[in-house]
């Protein structure tokens, strides 16, 4: 049973590109979070979605984020027209959800420079 | 606004010794407590949770108490190895009946033959 994915693992951008971040839960979970980690700081929420639904974004940044869960197909969290402040290491986890007390299964990470 | 608290500086313990580290929380009351180990580079692996009506929770060598009075929890290895050797991240909640996590900055153990 593979884990959480995703692709890809680094990702450079210069400022004012897009950068995309894909991310495939664990087989049979359908809630996804995803998670921003800065140097020297703790993992901040940015955003909570279950299968074609944005159940909490209230850790996203209301202009350049987005993120979706299509019915088919991974996560994606979109950030456009990047700056150097959005470098960091984007962090995807999935859980069974339904209820509290679930623990989430976190991917490997993707880590976004931008130049 | 909530937050968490680990001590920022890495504990250096000898092979064989018990790590102990420490996670403070503020202004909230979480259901439960999870830990999480981070190695360089990758994603946190869950450890343990920990519920608030509950004061000690182990698991082979891990054991994690849980203070609601203190608003503290402990994390402690026993028997440590080097391959323990990792930042260990403390989370709870950020609101009831949500699984959206707050995280502290983690501590880094270091454990030497």
């Known amino acids: 049973n593979a884990g959480v994915m995703q692709n890809p693992r680094h990702l450079v951008r210069r400022r004012g590109q897009e950068a995309r971040l894909r991310c495939s839960p664990m087989k049979g979970h359908s809630h996804v979070y995803w998670y921003r980690q800065l140097p020297e700081e703790g993992l901040k929420f940015m955003v909570y979605?279950?299968?074609?639904?944005?159940?909490?974004e209230s850790g996203m940044p209301k202009e350049r984020f987005s993120a979706e869960f299509p019915k088919e197909g991974p996560s994606i969290l979109r950030i456009q027209q990047v700056v150097r402040g959005d470098s960091a290491a984007y962090f995807c986890a999935s859980s069974l959800g339904d209820s509290s007390y679930n623990e989430q299964f976190f991917g490997p990470g993707t880590r976004l420079t931008v130049l | 606004s909530q937050k968490i608290e680990q001590n920022s500086e890495a504990l250096n313990i000898q092979e064989g010794k018990t790590a102990t580290l420490t996670c403070n929380y503020t202004n909230y009351s979480p259901a439960y407590l999870q830990w999480y180990r981070q190695d360089p580079g990758r994603g946190p692996v869950f450890l343990l949770l920990i519920r608030e009506n509950e004061k000690e929770k182990r698991k082979e060598r891990l054991k994690v108490t849980f203070d609601t009075t203190l608003k503290q929890s402990l994390f402690h290895i026993t028997a440590s190895q080097p391959a323990d050797s990792a930042t260990y991240l403390c989370a709870h909640p950020l609101t009831d009946n949500t699984d959206k996590l707050i995280f502290g900055t983690g501590t880094r153990l270091q454990v030497f033959p």
């Open positions: 979605l279950q299968k074609e639904n944005i159940i909490d």
